[in-house]
């Protein structure tokens, strides 16, 4: 990510003393806009791969929700995880959300429901993310308009360049659109 997007987010290397100690931070805002956590990401392949502190539930909270509704738009793209989220809107698409996992929670169904009509899901292209694309497919049915893009096997959107990720979008948008008359 570029140091701007960093800047952005709030991203960066967390060197004191404490849980988060030698690792990039990420802070999480709750809708409003309220600072309730900061997620910390191992980058030397320490176990666990990400670490909150006590207290905190990310099952209650979307990631970057605050900054897509300021933006009003009514639709949303959803990913897993927060650089998958970092990524996609460094991409140009600025209304992008991570669940901080594969599994939408009833509490995140409701923030996502309340304040979109329109949800497009990127999760993973590994057997998690399938499983829950599948899953938050069949819990959104029917609450809002849905769409699909799915990430090539094996990879997931902080992987991808910003132009893969533009046509993985384009190729989605398309699907999504009634076919055009060619008549006069």
């Not at 909150?52 to 009003?72: A, C, D, T, Y």
């Not at 929670?105 to 996502?112: C, G, I, M, P």
């Amino acid at each position: 990510i570029t140091t701007e997007t960093a800047a952005l987010f709030g991203i960066g290397f967390y060197g004191q003393a404490g849980i988060m100690r030698g690792r990039v931070v990420i802070p999480v805002h709750n809708k409003a806009g309220g600072l309730v956590a900061y997620a910390g990401r191992a980058i030397d392949g320490a176990e666990p791969k990400y670490r909150f502190p006590k207290g905190f539930l990310k099952s209650l909270e979307i990631f970057n929700l605050h900054r897509v509704l300021k933006s009003r738009i009514r639709s949303v793209i959803v990913v897993e995880g927060f650089f998958d989220a970092v990524n996609v809107h460094q991409a140009g698409f600025q209304n992008v959300v991570a669940l901080m996992g594969s599994t939408l929670t009833a509490a995140q169904e409701k923030l996502l429901t309340q304040s979109f009509d329109e949800v497009t899901l990127m999760l993973d292209g590994d057997k998690a993310g399938r499983e829950g694309t599948e899953r938050t497919a069949a819990q959104l049915a029917g609450k809002v308009k849905l769409s699909i893009v799915t990430i090539p096997d094996g990879r997931q959107p902080d992987q991808l360049t910003a132009p893969e990720l533009r046509q993985l979008m384009a190729a989605g948008e398309a699907a999504e659109r009634p076919p055009q008359s060619c008549g006069t």
